[in-house]
């Protein structure tokens, strides 16, 4: 999870759509606005390029209980079904971090380990949206406890290694050619923010930045 910039105005449509019986928070208007703003790339697991793209709403609803909530464009999130399946539990109803808001690599180190992810806080444990974060994101790449989780949590580890090793074998180039133009736009896109996996990736080049100081500029 990273840092988002959100574009304002609200979609027109929001506003329309709220004032309706029935109304619908997935006009085309707010689809295509999320899908830009969020670089198609789920905020919660960093997938990119959805397949099975949806709108999730950080604070829940509740089929109406919290009627502001659901039209609410700073409440509205690209996500994958995956992500926004495992989120759609009650203890998940009090929040994780808005990463529109906040910058979750602030409050969150990001490790890929070979065989699951680590994610250590850097806050006090008593901030519990960053503490109910790391627990989300954690069960997305390692909750197993049915067959169609083992085999999408699976997957997105699996692309998750894919990504670093593509950084591992650009910082190797980079070894062996430290001032090549080339190597170092592609890790300059590799770090980007809108790159799939982008907080893990990030967090591998802050840990040995002494190794590639030249990379520093690209974590700002």
Known sequence: ?????????????LKEEAAKKNGNYSEKDVVERLKEDFHDKCYICELKELQDPQIEHLLPHKNGKYPERKFDWNNLFWVCGHCNSVKNQNKYDDGIIDCCQTDPESKIIFHCNQENIELISKVNPSDQ?????????????????????????????KSLQKEMNLLFDNLELLRNQPDSKLVKRK??????RKSAFAAFKRTYVRDHISEYPALEEYLN
């Open 129 to 157: 949206e960053t503490e109910r974060t790391m627990m989300l994101i954690d069960e997305v790449f390692n909750l197993k406890n049915t067959g169609m989780r083992v085999e999408k949590s699976s997957m997105r580890f």
């Open 1 to 13: 999870m990273v840092k988002v910039e959100r574009s304002f105005p609200a979609p027109a449509s």
């Open 187 to 192: 890790l300059k896109a590799l770090l980007r």
